[in-house]
């Protein structure tokens, strides 16, 4: 087991001899051997034995020129490609997450306050649902993490589970027929109270109880396991709202239902970007004018620099930055993985179990009087 994988963090005030160092994340390791093998042949056509291989009617590099500059421009354009699907799978995930823990948070409000007009048993009831709710959600963003990620939903091993001090343990609960709905096991309360901070020192993701036969199985084989996680919190939504728990108009209710309904519209917008890859013909003939160059750009340079030193360093770089533009293209395509310049997914997921943890713990706000209110 390693570690949640968390994005490449570095200071830009840094000098820029440590920076170039940094070989973490760099894609100068990829972009070298090319480099190098233009700096090599650039070397051995400077040799008088073989400088005949130079074509003598080269005399004026302006058709290298013009391909030198098409292909930049078609490097340049491929990497503003590629940095629109990292942007858009960044604003895709952000939405997902962040609308998603705002649904949380209204149906956590709402239980609060349907709380205070609700008898004993209602009460009960009430925090029951919250449990099966907060337990969803961090469900809910764990299969959509992993979804995103290609990475196959095991729900016996992809998972650290967490309880809730103070509340039935989830394991021992009772399962009903309604997707294995959790019933609390004893009289007594249960009220939700703090567990700590979430473990970062596992590459399993945090949910927030362990999940029921009843769930694994109704999930097992599923292609879209988030869409039907999410289906189970609406639908424990309108029970509740029919039931007579949640003492809340319709209208202000039905907001719950959008925002996991936008969270689930970020979700499909970031599996798109992972779904769909970059387009094959572009980057094949982008691979063929890459190749072309790394034969043609010695010959070139050494004809019009006639140096047998200044040549191989020219080629050096020269190739470098064109190739390394393109991995940087590369990489950037698809955002999601567990590469070094990836989405850091698992870390975002983290924060979010943490988030659920706060708002399910902090309690319902108490009225107060500030004595400045009193002067009003």
């Not at 570095?10 to 760099?26: M, P, R, T």
């Not at 309360?189 to 927030?208: F, H, N, R, Y």
């Amino acid at each position: 087991a390693g570690s949640v994988l968390k994005m490449i963090t570095y200071d830009n005030d840094q000098s820029a001899v440590k920076l170039i160092l940094q070989l973490s994340g760099s894609v100068f390791p990829r972009a070298l051997v090319p480099a190098l093998t233009a700096a090599l042949i650039t070397f051995g056509l400077g040799f008088d034995a073989v400088s005949g291989w130079i074509p003598a009617e080269i005399q004026h590099p302006f058709s290298v020129q013009i391909f030198a500059i098409i292909l930049g421009y078609v490097i340049v354009f491929r990497t503003n490609m590629a940095l629109g699907r990292y942007r858009e799978g960044m604003s895709s995930v952000q939405q997902m997450v962040s609308k998603w823990g705002d649904a949380f948070v209204e149906i956590s409000g709402f239980i609060a306050v349907s709380k205070e007009r609700l008898d004993k048993d209602k009460v009960k009831l009430l925090e029951e649902l919250r449990c099966r709710i907060v337990h969803w959600f961090s469900l809910l963003n764990a299969v959509a993490t992993i979804s995103l990620n290609d990475g196959e939903v095991d729900l016996e091993k992809s998972f650290i589970v967490y309880s809730l001090k103070g509340a039935s343990p989830w394991g021992a609960c009772q399962t009903s027929d309604r997707l294995g709905s959790l019933r609390a096991s004893s009289s007594s309360s249960v009220a939700l109270e703090p567990v700590g901070p979430v473990d970062l020192s596992t590459s399993k993701l945090p949910i927030i109880g362990e999940c029921t036969r009843t769930e694994k199985n109704a999930l097992a084989g599923k292609s879209d396991k988030p869409l039907v996680v999410a289906g189970w919190i609406t639908e424990e939504i309108t029970r509740a709202c029919l039931d007579g728990l949640l003492l809340i108009p319709p209208p202000i209710l039905s907001r719950c239902y959008q925002e996991v309904s936008n969270g689930m519209l970020g979700y499909n917008q970031a599996f798109k970007v992972s779904l769909v890859p970059f387009p094959f013909p572009f980057a094949q003939m982008l691979a063929l004018l890459l190749v072309v160059f790394l034969l043609i750009l010695p010959m070139m340079v050494l004809r019009m620099t006639q140096s047998a030193a200044l040549s191989p360093i020219l080629s050096f770089f020269c190739l470098l930055g064109y190739w390394g533009l393109n991995e940087i293209a590369v990489e950037l395509e698809n955002p999601f993985g567990d590469d070094d310049n990836d989405l850091p997914l698992e870390a975002i997921h983290t924060e979010f179990v943490d988030s659920l943890h706060t708002c399910a713990t902090v309690g319902p706000a108490k009225p107060f009087h500030h004595p400045s209110l009193a002067e009003m």
